[in-house]
């Protein structure tokens, strides 16, 4: 009890001696460097969130619908996907043999026209969820078939049947039935928390506005900035990447030609990749417009 009680009072010592420094020490320093720093002016504001709005891309939200998949080439999240490839197996972790999940399946033909995304053909997107190099991919089996002429499904595996700790991601209704989806075509502006907004946001900068006006849109920010996030929804095609921590383009440049979403997988009550994860699957215009999409790039991170 006295150890506890001693641990206790070294704490709260510690978060006090924080928080003195923090207000005679650090406070004081930062408003010091602010007020010796360029004003931030409304011409950037402005500039910041022209380029957001000049970088809106078609968005295809995915809506989960409360039912099972009616055909074997609806899209959706999870279940049994369609028979398609050279090799239509259910595919397996390369170390383990353990099955991969199905993020999604695609049918592009239910899909609205958006720029260089096929308007036929289905997509298929497998994963482990495990990383498999230091910037952030994650082992990935991706299928395509621009016509494909069966109606025959792959058998899910018992193992993904069965809820253990290696299919706790998905809810039993997705790994079993599936989650077929229904798209809504829209526009998403750019992410201002992503590469390379990030860098010249104002609003992340030690520095104290021009004017009353200035302060207001900097007051209102944060707000309008989770306001575009909100409207992409929970899982879309097309649009812009949303990650948890950080985009990996700003701390990978080998990436940064990746600047379409193939499939964005987020968070709800059917989906939890480890801690309300989400999940990208990104491609270059490219590579996207001649449908080559084992150049595809899968990541996920999570809080």
Not at 54 to 82: C, F, H, N, V
């Amino acid at each position: 009890m006295f150890t506890v009680l001693k641990f206790a009072v070294i704490i709260a010592a510690s978060l006090a001696i924080v928080h003195l420094l923090d207000r005679f020490v650090w406070q004081p320093k930062r408003r010091k460097e602010a007020e010796a720093a360029p004003r931030v002016t409304l011409a950037e504001v402005r500039s910041f969130w022209s380029d957001i709005e000049g970088s809106a891309l078609p968005i295809a939200k995915a809506t989960i619908q409360d039912r099972p998949p009616l055909t074997p080439q609806e899209s959706r999240i999870g279940g049994a996907p369609l028979a398609i490839g050279n090799n239509a197996i259910w595919p397996r972790n390369a170390d383990n043999g353990f099955p991969m999940a199905l993020v999604a399946q695609i049918n592009f033909a239910e899909l609205p026209q958006m720029g260089e995304f096929p308007t036929s053909g289905i997509l298929q997107i497998f994963s482990s969820f495990e990383m498999i190099d230091n910037a952030g991919a994650c082992e990935r089996v991706i299928r395509w078939d621009p016509d494909p002429q069966t109606s025959e499904l792959l058998e899910i595996p018992m193992e993904i049947q069965e809820n253990t700790h290696k299919t706790r991601e998905f809810s039993e209704t997705a790994r079993c039935a599936g989650l077929p989806l229904a798209f809504a075509v829209g526009r998403a502006p750019g992410n201002p928390y992503n590469w390379p907004f990030e860098e010249n946001d104002p609003s992340m900068e030690n520095r104290l506005p021009e004017n009353e006006k200035v302060a207001a849109v900097l007051e209102e920010w944060e707000d309008k900035s989770e306001r575009i996030l909100t409207g992409y929804g929970n899982h879309w095609v097309g649009g812009h990447p949303l990650f948890v921590q950080y985009d990996v383009r700003g701390a990978y440049p080998k990436h940064q030609h990746l600047d379409r979403v193939l499939f964005h997988l987020g968070c709800d009550d059917q989906i939890n990749l480890g801690d309300a994860g989400l999940l990208n699957v990104m491609i270059s215009k490219q590579a996207l417009a001649r449908c080559d999409f084992q150049e595809a790039y899968l990541t996920w991170d999570c809080s």
